[in-house]
């Protein structure tokens, strides 16, 4: 799961979030950020690695 500006995304469901993990529709997801850190672009993240900032934009496209 990737988000960038462009991508249309239908309303998702948070389950749970954790320093470590964030849990979407049931399905678990990494992010390598921590609350409170800034956000740069990772040019090895994984299709499974979130973002805080991928985890915001998800929050504000599924408000």
């Known amino acids: 799961m990737q988000f960038n500006d462009q991508t249309p995304l ?9 320093a470590g993990e964030i849990i979407i529709n049931q399905t678990a997801y990494t992010h390598n ?3 409170g850190d800034s956000v740069a672009p990772c040019a090895h993240a994984s299709p499974h690695d979130l973002t805080l900032a991928d985890f915001q934009a998800a929050l504000h496209a599924g408000a």
């Open 10 to 18: 239908a309303p998702i469901a948070l389950d749970s979030y954790t």
């Open 33 to 35: 950020v921590q609350l």
